[in-house]
């Protein structure tokens, strides 16, 4: 059983497009984030939701939109991509019963092109 | 920025004990070590966290100095599948969603 799932595993588009990645975790948590790893291997956090409320958002350009329908569920949306939006995006879970311990997805290869 | 600094590689023997060093001498008093390794093309995998005492698990087993400032995640009998990227995080323990602030890590390397 996959824990924390996405799709689709690789993405490759043009310039200009919008495009959606989605997350799904069947662990029961209540907390979902997404992370972005560029190409220089750096980890960063993006964005965190707990019971479909956002509750972390770095500095992140607001063609980048994360949308929660339910608990199960982190997707995340981006307009007008652009080169730079090259990198491998990580979703991940957690719940306060687990101490907020995440769990990671296998991750999304998104190339602009 | 991450308030843990560990060495960028290390190189270990299959079947010998791989010992991870990871300097964390800003800890404060409610933050957890964590760690995670990322092997290569994967998500970041979960291995174990600690407070104050140490800890084993299935995985791994980490050891904390006394002070905190420091500590040491050993894989007592490394194989091949061990090679990755390992990331030593500290994480504040109250409740609630977290970031975790990834490093550069130290990319171990298991050696046939």
């Known amino acids: 059983d996959t824990a924390v799932s996405q799709t689709p595993k690789y993405l490759v588009t043009q310039m200009g497009n919008d495009k959606s990645i989605k997350c799904e975790q069947n662990l029961g948590h209540d907390t979902m984030y997404w992370y972005k790893q560029d190409s220089k291997k750096f980890l960063k956090i993006m964005f965190s939701?707990?019971?479909?409320?956002?509750?972390i958002n770095e500095t992140v350009p607001n063609r980048f939109s994360p949308k929660s329908p339910d608990k199960a569920h982190l997707n995340l949306h981006i307009n007008s991509l652009e080169l730079g939006d090259s990198a491998v995006y990580f979703c991940?879970?957690?719940?306060?019963?687990?101490?907020?311990?995440?769990?990671f997805g296998p991750g999304t290869r998104l190339l602009v092109l | 920025d991450a308030k843990t600094t560990q060495p960028p590689s290390m190189d270990c023997a299959e079947g010998r004990a791989a010992n991870l060093p990871c300097n964390h001498s800003t800890i404060s008093g409610n933050e957890y070590v964590y760690w995670y390794r990322q092997i290569h093309s994967q998500g970041p995998q979960y291995i174990i966290h600690?407070?104050?005492n140490n800890e084993t698990n299935e995985m791994a087993s980490l050891i904390i100095t006394e002070d905190r400032k420091s500590s040491t995640l050993i894989l007592p009998h490394a194989t091949l599948r061990d090679t990755a990227v390992y990331y030593c995080i500290v994480r504040p323990t109250f409740q609630g969603a977290q970031k975790l602030v990834f490093g550069q890590g130290t990319r171990l390397t298991i050696n046939p």
């Open positions: 991940a879970s957690s719940s306060l019963a687990g101490g907020e311990t995440q769990y």
């Open positions: 939701y707990n019971n479909k409320e956002l509750i």
């Open positions: 600690g407070l104050k």
